[in-house]
């Protein structure tokens, strides 16, 4: 009669080598779907500066948002964004044609949109933008 070795230790670890083996990756496809989809980047805001009006959208949703703004006038204009969150945004003087780009969080709320050069806002260059 033959007697066989039977090692408890040795059956134990396999044992948990083989569930290792099986829910490790359970375990990342579960994390991996927890932390849900990426949100595409947002489309940028177009703002359109001229004598002496300011073109974009009244309401945006909150969140981050980049801006893209261009001097489609004849003189110097800048923008400028004051509201929930925002202490100071950039005001870079764009003279006519060109370009800026810039991104804020918005948080709900009432929002001044204008033009800080000169008498630009009180000839209009002003705008409210609601933030939901």
């Not at 408890?8 to 569930?19: L, S």
């Not at 990756?25 to 489309?43: M, Q, R, V």
């Not at 981050?64 to 001097?71: D, I, K, S």
Request: charged residues 15%; hydrophobic residues 40%; contains cysteine.
């Amino acid at each position: 009669m033959s007697r066989e070795l039977i090692h408890p230790a040795g059956d134990f670890a396999r044992t948990w080598r083989h569930a290792f083996c099986l829910l490790a990756p359970l375990c990342l496809f579960t994390l991996t779907a927890a932390a849900g989809p990426e949100k595409p980047p947002a489309a940028p805001v177009e703002v359109r500066l001229s004598e002496y009006a300011v073109g974009m959208p009244q309401t945006l949703p909150a969140g981050p948002a980049a801006f893209h703004v261009r001097n489609e006038g004849h003189k110097s204009h800048s923008f400028r964004i004051e509201g929930p969150g925002i202490v100071d945004s950039p005001a870079t003087i764009l003279k006519p044609g060109e370009t800026s780009d810039f991104q804020v969080t918005l948080q709900p709320g009432e929002y001044k949109v204008y033009c800080p050069i000169g008498s630009h806002a009180a000839k209009g260059m002003t705008m409210k933008l609601v933030v939901h």
